[in-house]
C-alpha cells in the first residue's frame, strides 16, 4: 500500500528517482529546482524531502547529502509515475526484421528473443519454453511386453509424451489392455487432474488404477513450474556487485521455478519485482521484469530482465513487452499449428 501523495511530491519524488537512474547521483534540492526550472523555492522542496523520506520513498545517506530513491520509491514510480513507454519505431523495426531473419523453429526464437532482451536492457535476461497452463490429457495407450509388464505412454495436448514401465500383478491380454485404454480415451477427452479425479466412480478396478497413474502423470506436468529455459547476458550482471547474486536465479531451475510461480503477470501484462520484495535474496539489489507470451490461458511462458535496481525502467518495460507480444504471435500463428509430430517432447517416466 502507497501513501497519497500531492502533485508536487510525486513531481519531486519522479525527479529524484530519473536522476538517480541517469547519473548515480544523489539529488539536492537546490539542484532540482536550477536543473528543472521548478517554481518552488529549494526550502519548499526541503520540506517535500522531509516528508517523502518519512513515508518511504527517498532517504539520505548521510547528513549533507542529497536524496536517493528507496525500493519502495522506486516501486511508487513504476506503478505510479512511469506512464507508457515505447521502443524507438527503429528499434521495434530492427527487432521484428531479426525474428523474421529467423527460421520458423522455437528453439532460434527463444534464443533470439533472450539475445535481443540482454543487448536492449544491458543487464541479463531469461526466455523459458511455453507450456500449457493446466495440462491435459489427449489418449493413453497401454502395450504388453512380457509377462506382467506393461508400457504405458501418456500423451498429453501440447505434444508432450509419457512412458513409464508397470508391473501388474498378473499378466493381462492385449486385447483387455487396449480395452482399459479405449474406455479412458472415450470418457477423458482433453480432461486435467481434477477431471480425472471427480470421475473415476465410473471405472472398474483395472480402469481405476491406471487412471490413478494417468492422473498423477498429469498433476506431476502440472507442477513442473520450468521447462528448457534460455538465458543470455549473464556477463551483464556478473561483473556488477549489485546484482552478481542475481546469477544464481538464472543457475539454479528450483530458484527460478520459485520466482516464476510467485510472479505471475497477469494476461499480457507486464510485472515488476523491486528488491526481491523481500522473499528472495539473491534480488535484493536487483529489479525483475517479466511477462508472459503465448496463448496466454492455454499455452504460455516467460520472458524476463533482470538488472539493477537503477535501471532504465520505461525503455525495458517496452522491450519486454514488445519482445513478448513478437513470441506470442509466434506461438500461435506457427507453434501451437505444427503438426504435433513435428514438437512432441518426449520424456521418461
Not at 514488445?322 to 501451437?336: C, I, K, P, R, T
Request: proline share 3%; hydrophobic share 40%; glycine share 6%.
Amino acid at each position: 500500500m502507497f501513501h497519497q501523495l500531492t502533485e508536487r511530491q510525486e513531481m519531486i519524488l519522479g525527479l529524484v528517482v530519473r536522476n538517480y537512474i541517469e547519473t548515480g547521483s544523489p539529488s539536492g534540492s537546490k539542484t532540482l529546482v536550477v536543473q528543472h526550472n521548478l517554481n518552488v523555492s529549494s526550502a519548499t522542496v526541503r520540506n517535500e524531502f522531509v516528508t517523502l523520506t518519512e513515508m518511504g520513498y527517498i532517504t539520505q545517506l548521510h547528513t549533507s547529502a542529497g536524496r536517493v530513491p528507496t525500493e519502495n520509491g522506486f516501486r511508487y514510480f513504476v506503478q505510479k509515475l512511469l506512464g507508457e513507454f515505447h521502443l524507438p519505431v527503429h528499434e521495434q523495426q530492427m527487432i521484428r526484421h531479426q525474428f523474421h531473419q529467423a527460421r520458423l523453429d522455437l528453439d532460434q526464437w527463444l534464443r533470439l528473443a533472450a539475445a535481443i532482451l540482454a543487448r536492449t536492457s544491458l543487464g541479463a535476461s531469461f526466455v523459458t519454453t511455453p507450456r500449457p497452463t493446466s495440462n491435459r490429457f489427449k489418449h493413453v495407450q497401454l502395450i504388453s511386453t512380457q509377462g506382467r509388464l506393461v508400457l504405458m505412454i501418456v500423451v498429453l495436448y501440447g505434444g508432450e509424451v509419457k512412458q513409464q514401465m508397470l508391473t501388474l500383478a498378473e499378466p493381462i491380454t492385449q486385447a483387455r489392455l487396449s480395452a482399459v485404454a479405449d474406455r479412458l480415451n472415450y470418457l477423458f477427452p482433453d480432461s486435467t487432474a481434477v477431471d480425472f479425479k471427480n470421475q473415476m466412480n465410473q471405472l472398474d478396478t483395472l480402469e481405476t488404477d491406471i487412471a490413478i497413474l494417468v492422473q498423477d502423470v498429469l498433476n506431476r506436468a502440472d507442477a513442473k513450474a520450468v521447462g528448457n529455459f534460455y538465458r543470455d547476458g549473464l556477463m551483464n550482471i556478473v561483473e556488477n556487485e549489485d546484482t552478481r547474486q542475481a546469477v544464481r536465479v538464472l543457475e539454479e531451475r528450483t530458484l527460478l521455478a520459485s520466482v516464476l510461480s510467485e510472479t505471475k503477470s497477469d494476461e499480457r501484462g507486464v510485472q515488476v519485482v523491486i528488491g526481491g520484495e523481500g522473499r528472495w535474496e539473491e534480488l535484493r539489489d536487483c529489479s525483475l521484469i517479466l511477462s508472459r507470451y503465448g496463448v496466454t490461458d492455454e499455452f504460455s511462458g516467460t520472458v524476463a530482465v533482470i538488472g539493477p535496481t537503477r535501471m532504465a525502467y520505461g525503455r525495458n518495460v517496452a522491450a519486454v513487452r514488445y519482445v513478448a507480444d513478437l513470441m506470442s504471435g509466434f506461438v500461435y500463428e506457427y507453434y501451437l499449428e505444427l503438426p504435433e509430430k513435428e514438437h512432441i517432447n518426449k520424456d521418461e517416466g
